[in-house]
C-alpha cells in the first residue's frame, strides 16, 4: 500500500491517480485476523498542501462472538479520507517543517513514498464493533452450564438468584 508521488506532488493542485487495491493484509496486525484480501480503488488528489488520499475499501475478518464465544466472519467496508504532508520539498530538496499535530502516519517520506498501511490499519480497527455478534438473534450461552441456545435448549433446571436479590424474589411470590 505504498505509492511514489513525486510526479503527483510535481503539479498543481487538482492533479490525480487512481489506483485499484488488491493486498494481502495477514500480516497488518496481530488483532486483525483477515479472511480475504482488502480490495477497492484509492484516489490521490494534489492539494495546496500534500496529497489527498481517498478511496472505499472493504474486506472480512474473523472476530469471535461476544454472546455464544463461536467465531464468525464479518464483512468490513468503510471509507479512507486522509491528507498526507510531504516532509521534503520536491522542487529542492530542502526539508519541510513538521507540524507538531502531524501524524506520522500521514507524512510522505523522504523518497516522496506515500504509505497508506498505518491509516488502513487503523480505520479496518475502528470499523470492528466493541462487542461483535454473529447474528441479531443469538441467544448466547446458559450461564450456568455453558450450552451454546443456538444449538438447542440445556438440561438446567434450577434458576439460582444471587442472594442479594432474594428479598425481591420473595416479594414477587407474594403477588
Known amino acids: 500500500m505504498k505509492y511514489n508521488v513525486a510526479q503527483l506532488l ?8 487512481q489506483y485499484s487495491l488488491h493486498e494481502d493484509i495477514g500480516t497488518l496486525d496481530p ?11 484509492i484516489q490521490l488528489i494534489r492539494t495546496a498542501d500534500g496529497i489527498l488520499a481517498r478511496g472505499t475499501l472493504n474486506t472480512s475478518v474473523e472476530l469471535t462472538c461476544s454472546r455464544c464465544v463461536e467465531p464468525f466472519s464479518l464483512p468490513i ?3 479512507l479520507e486522509e491528507e498526507f504532508q510531504p516532509t521534503i520539498d ?9 507540524l507538531d499535530e502531524q501524524e506520522a502516519a500521514t ?10 498501511t498505518e491509516v488502513v490499519r487503523q480505520d479496518i480497527l475502528l470499523a470492528i464493533p466493541p462487542f461483535p455478534v454473529c447474528r441479531s438473534k443469538c441467544a448466547g450461552l446458559c450461564p450456568q452450564c455453558g450450552q451454546n441456545w443456538n444449538e438447542g ?4 433446571t ?8 432474594e428479598a425481591l424474589r420473595e416479594l414477587l411470590e407474594e403477588k
Do not use: W, Y
Open 107 to 116: 507524512q510522505i517520506d523522504a523518497h516522496h513514498i506515500l504509505d497508506l
Open 90 to 98: 520536491i522542487t529542492t530538496g530542502a526539508n519541510l517543517p513538521v
Open 77 to 79: 467496508r468503510f471509507t
Open 158 to 165: 434450577e434458576d439460582k438468584v444471587d442472594p442479594r436479590f
Open 153 to 156: 435448549p440445556c438440561d438446567c
Open 31 to 41: 488483532d486483525i485476523h483477515p479472511l480475504t484480501t482488502l480490495d477497492g480503488h
Open 10 to 17: 510535481k503539479e498543481q493542485s487538482g492533479g490525480m491517480r
